[in-house]
């Protein structure tokens, strides 16, 4: 079974450009996750996406964040205009979805996308 | 939201001994996963365990849900057992929103 699929595995940019990167979830996993890691941290939440609609997103700079999910499979992270804070690895998981209020599912993870912002 | 602590912060140890990573978080959880992250920062599932007791090899892993902790246990280790590792946990408030939070990991380094 094929794995969380990203890409770029790394970009440098320099501060006010744009970025974007992609996520393939494993097939038939409803929901995706975007998370942030800065160097030395947990990865942190961005957006959570269940099919195509956004379940969480409290936690996602809006003023320079976006993400979209278009049919429910593959999505899109894009930052614009980047910040040297922005400098992080970004990490895209999925997992099963079980019926509401029947527990949790256990979420894989893609190998990141390594972001530096110059 | 749910806290998580992982203790402790960085263990040190000559290859072939055992050591226990901890963690603690603060309310019911529905779902409880232990992760190696690998040198390019690869999150590697070890174990999906909101209750009970797993074993994999080397490495086994307990949650105690009722008193909100668990352990992951590594036996005999090895210098590929280096690496950051992370508890993340899914709360039961988050009803049918099963995000993970993580705790700010256990680095491990195993010298030969």
């Known amino acids: 079974e094929a794995g969380v699929a990203q890409s770029p595995r790394y970009k440098i940019i320099e501060k006010r450009q744009s970025v974007a990167f992609w996520c393939n979830p494993i097939s038939g996993h409803a929901t995706l996750y975007w998370y942030q890691q800065i160097l030395g941290q947990g990865p942190k939440l961005l957006i959570q996406?269940?099919?195509?609609?956004?379940v969480d997103d409290s936690q996602l700079p809006k003023d320079r964040f976006s993400a979209e999910r278009l049919k429910g499979v593959d999505s899109t992270l894009k930052i614009q205009p980047a910040k040297l804070e922005d400098s992080a690895v970004y990490l895209c998981?999925?997992?099963?979805?079980?019926?509401w209020g029947a527990g949790g599912t256990e979420a894989f993870f893609g190998q990141g996308t390594r972001l530096t912002v110059v | 939201g749910i806290q998580v602590e992982q203790s402790p912060p960085d263990l040190i140890l000559q290859e072939g001994a055992n050591s226990t990573l901890r963690c603690n978080f603060s309310d019911s959880v529905n779902n409880l996963q232990w992760f190696h992250q690998n040198p390019w920062g690869q999150l590697i599932n070890l174990f999906y365990?909101?209750?009970g007791t797993k074993q994999n090899g080397r490495l086994s892993a307990t949650t105690v849900a009722t008193e909100r902790y668990s352990l992951l246990y590594i036996s005999s280790s090895q210098t590929t057992d280096s690496g950051v590792y992370f508890c993340?946990?899914?709360?039961?408030?988050?009803?049918?929103?099963?995000?993970?939070?993580f705790g700010t990991g256990t680095r491990l380094t195993i010298i030969p």
């Open positions: 993340a946990v899914g709360g039961k408030r988050d009803f049918g929103n099963e995000k993970l939070t």
């Open positions: 996406f269940q099919n195509n609609g956004v």
């Open positions: 998981a999925s997992s099963l979805v079980k019926g």
């Open positions: 365990i909101p209750s």
